[in-house]
Every structure is written in structure tokens, then in C-alpha cells.
């Protein structure tokens, strides 16, 4: 070993899980890492999931055989009409590669290094340096390091405006013209994290517009279809645009979808998700060579997918009673997150703490960018037990009937000093 291997600081979110855990306050609030919980603050288990389980466990495809290397194909087909819709030309116009992945990490990094392998601008030469991949300032903390790892280069775009809690557009559309052609933007498909706050169609339609005049490559992080609306199909609208009129409107040189199912199916530890390259034109041969080159990295890295997930997903997906279950669950917990928004609100306004707080139930998602500061959230964890990420960032999902008035009660305390 070197002499001298440095110890990196704890991840912010499971470094945030691991002190809440450990913490023996029996009023603690748990607005950390992104994970639903229902109105008793625990872990929902979806009765699609449940009922697919069953179902699973009753039929002969139960077993813990071996995955192909690309995936269960009945849920990457699937999983694609999902995100595109079924009927999605894409889809039918055979211009989609589908690829299983660990999950949102795991399809992000499977991404990046496809593109590190395989893309180039169109104004690089063959030995040019990397594509340079934008991200959101801010965004999940987690997608620098998913990038920089593989030795790609990370810059930030204007997202939020501080002052005005509102999307900076005027700024990211400039980012995106000066940006050198073929870069990679990263753009979170709906409730974006960590602020909630995501651009209407029109500010889409300008983003798209502008990605596309600079030739540039969308890379999608759908982590939270269903989360903003409640409805898989709004939830999807801007990775729809964009698909639906590449070739015509939109002149990207190709387009990636990176999609989890740990939020929306709830199946947040058996990592279920999956990469989808869109061509801008049915192309047999290029889809075979990406085909065979996003299995090569899961085989050299994973060798084949986890099956007990997706197999879940792929019968919750394929069976129709199942798939009317799920759109059930889905607006359950988007509703109950709306809620709790609305009474955070209602209780800081009753309270009448200092400042404005109508942006919580404007954001959408599973988070609120809250505004308080490190200092107040430090405080929050230090003297209450509630627990959020440095950046303000609340999982509203980790509020209930039972601790919102309390938690309202703590902000009030730690924003009046
Ligand atoms: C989050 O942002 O809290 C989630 O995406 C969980 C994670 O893996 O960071």
C-alpha cells in the first residue's frame, strides 16, 4: 500500500443515515436520504410488489438461475415503454438499445464509461480529449464522483437561483450555447434532486431547442418517474419530447436514458434499473456494436445482472392488474408527499417564521431545497434530531402526521437563531 492512503469523509447521505441511526433521541426525524416512508415513518413495502412477489413465487420462473448479461429481457423491453411510452416510435421504429443495470448508480456509471469507450464530439478528432459531462449546479452529490472516477471531466450549469428560489433558465441556456459542441448534459427527467424544482414544458422546450443546436447529447437520470405528478406519462414528458422528434426537430447525435426503479417500485436494495441509447435513426449494425459494448462492461464488471428485482418489476410492468396496482401506489405516496408539504407549509405560516416558504409546496418530487443555511441545519441535527443534508435538502417523504409540527416547531426554532 502507499504510505500515506488518505481517509475521504463519510458519503453525505449515508454518512447522514449512519449518525441518524446511531442517534437515541426518541423524537428524531429522518429527512435524509431519499427513501419513502409512510404515514408511521416506515418503510413501505408497494402491495404491487407485493402481489408480484406472490406471483412470482408461484410460477415456474422462480428461480435464482443466471441472468443473461444484458438482463431479464422482459423488463428491459418493458422498462423502455415505461420511460417512452408504449407507443413510442423509438420503440417501434427499432432505434433503442436496452441494457439491465445496478440500479441508477450502476446504469449512470455504465453511461459514462460507454461514453468515455465509444463517444466523441462531432468536432474531435479521434485522439481529442473526453466529452465533457454538465451537471446541474447543484445536483445528487453522487453524480461527480460517479463521473470523475472513470476519469471523465465534470462542469457545473446554472440551475437554481438562490435568491429568487426559481430555475436560473437564462443562465443554463447560455451555459449550453458556450458549452463546445457534442458535451454531455446530464438533466434530471422529473423532481429533480436535490431541489424539486423542474423546468415547465416551455422552459423544456428551450432547453431542448438549445441542446440541439449545439449538437449536444441529453443524458436522462429518470430516478423518480411517477414521484412529481403521480402520473408515469407527465412524469416522462421531457425524455418523451426530446426522443419523440430526435431526427426531425432535435438533432442530438444520439440520446441516453439512465433509470432506477428503487423509488418508484420502492425496491430500493435489489437495484433494479436499466441504460436505454437512443439512435436518431434505425441503424442495425451501430445497435449491435452498442449492444455487444455495454455488455462487455457488465460482464467484466458484474457479469450479469441481480435477477430477484427485476423480475418483480418485469411482472408488475407485464401484467396488467399489476401495472393499475402500481399507478395506485404511485399516487399514494405522491399524494401523501403533497400533503406533508402542505402542512409543513401550513405550520411554518401558523408559526409565522421568518422568511417565505411557499417554494416547499411549489417543488415537487420527493425533496424540498428548504433554504436554511448549514448553520441551521446543523443545528437542526445537533439540538432536535431532525435530520437533513447540509445543502438544505429535505426528503419530505420522512415527514408524518406524527412529527410535522414538530419539525416545523425545530426550523422555527433555528431560523429565528
Ligand atoms: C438520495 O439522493 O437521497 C438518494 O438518491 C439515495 C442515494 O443513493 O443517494
Redesign the pocket.
Known sequence: FRANIKQLPADP??GLKARYAKDLRSNKVDL????YRDDNGKPWILPSVRLAENMLQNSSEYNHEYLPISGFPSFTSAAARVILGDDSKAISENKLVSIQSLS??GALHVAGLFLKNQYKSENESANASLPTIYLSNPT???HFQIFNVLGLKTESYPYWNTSTKSLDLTGLLSTIDSAPEGSVFLLHATAH??TGLDPNEEQWSKILDALSKKRHLPLFDS?YQGFSSGSLAKDAWAVRQAVNNMGSKYQFPGLLICQSF?KNVGMYGERVGAVHVVLPSNDEILQNAIQSQLSKIIRSEISNPPAYGAKIVSKILNTPELYKQWEQDLITMSSRIGKMRQELVNELNRLETPGTWNHITEQQGMFSFTGLTPEQVASLEKDHGVYLVGSGRA?IAGLNPGNVAYVAKCIDAVVRG
Open positions: 447521505l449515508f435524509g436520504i431519499g427513501a441508477g448508480t445528487w452529490a453522487n434532486n436535490p430516478a428503487a426528503s
